[in-house]
DNA sequence: ACGCCTTCAGTGACATTGTCACCCAACATG
DNA sequence: CATGTTGGGTGACAATGTCACTGAAGGCGT
């Protein structure tokens, strides 16, 4: 179905064709559909992923039935709260929702503690994954602390738009985004079409002044 | 001065006799006075830190004058947040600031990348220090994101308390735990101190009432 | 003891954000 | 066209953050 996936990530492309060989033959092939749950509080992997094709959104659930989305994981990258979600006993309510179909590489702990000890690359792919997601962290930390709302979903929307000009997300979403309420979104969403940055339809929001939205966002 | 610091830590503490008489010989002991910044984004140590002594707060500081306690490192613990900043090319700004004289054993990237590969018992301690963190951090998030202050207010003072009934902190110490304004701390001490829950003078606070305290603070 | 200075805490007015209880509009479907 | 579901708008209020002050408490030098 897919060949050979060691091609496709840092921390394995570098490795030794032999080592390559063999993690194809120890490592799982998964698909999941869009919305699938990847991993969560009841739901924790015993290997650790690599994401081959498709995006994850790492998202914290509150009890209060607010969301906030903490990163998100592309193709190329490896989950590493997975294997934090494996060693931690404290409660936590993290879960990896998949943002497309994905294809992903599931590989054994044993191979994975096999290949940390033994191969300075993977090892070092592994420790830059589990330092960015800590990064991830201190920004969400930061934007959630210290950033003003609107600044925040000014950035959200260019994030979410990127090269294109319309985001199709509905209030509700964008406010599971950031953490905070539909109404908020509401009410900042107004502000900007007021001021004709955007433009509003059902579920779509179309970005007519980039540039001012980055000046907003910049803000921060 | 310090005898046989390996037998302090989870995970040196388990090695061959041989390899603790490595790391001894490779470890330089450090010293550092209450109130010293141990790492910073100006401050990247090049060595990865075990405490054996004292404690270290990790605090990132927002650019409009707020701060807020991601976690403590305590002593026995690592410092695995050095180690993200060392890889991290990405802007932060979170420190580590000793919160008291702190003893500290640096292992140079060099040993400390030799002994992940060559021992089981150390690299597990590694990953389990870092998944540590990361579970802090998603406990930060969702605290700051969908915590209420006087919830978090009164498990913070249960917490620096500890087994005592006093908390030796100033209104504005106790934002900048909580990533808040003084005006806010004032106010809610103020509401527990009309409750009689603490009593109140200049720089510190009696907790009156710890088990409505709790109660509070398992609002969460 | 006395005044002086610095730090800490209290206060009211206001802005921003979150919550609640609604309403109405847009779309899908039979 | 009738109806149900979902997305979005609104006003009132609560909680939190900001600002510009005030005064109180304690340290210190004389």
New binding site residues.
Partial sequence: MIGDWTERFQGTAQLPRAVRDRLLKVARITHMAEGTQVFGPLNVPDSLFFLYEGRIRVVQRSD???DIVLYRVDAGESCVLTTACMLAEEAYNAEGIAETDITAIALPKAAFDRLVAEEDAFRAFVFAAYSRRLIDLLRVVDD?????????LAARLLALAGDFKEVS???????SE?????????????DF?KRELIA??????ALLDKPALRDIAAAD
Wanted: net charge positive; glycine share 10%; hydrophobic share 40%.
């Fill in positions: 209060v039935g607010r959630v602390a210290f950033g003003q709302m609107d600044v925040r997300a509905t209030h509700q979403h964008l406010a950031l953490g905070t309420a539909r109404e908020v979104v509401s009410r900042i969403l107004q079409q509003q339809s059902r579920g779509r929001i």
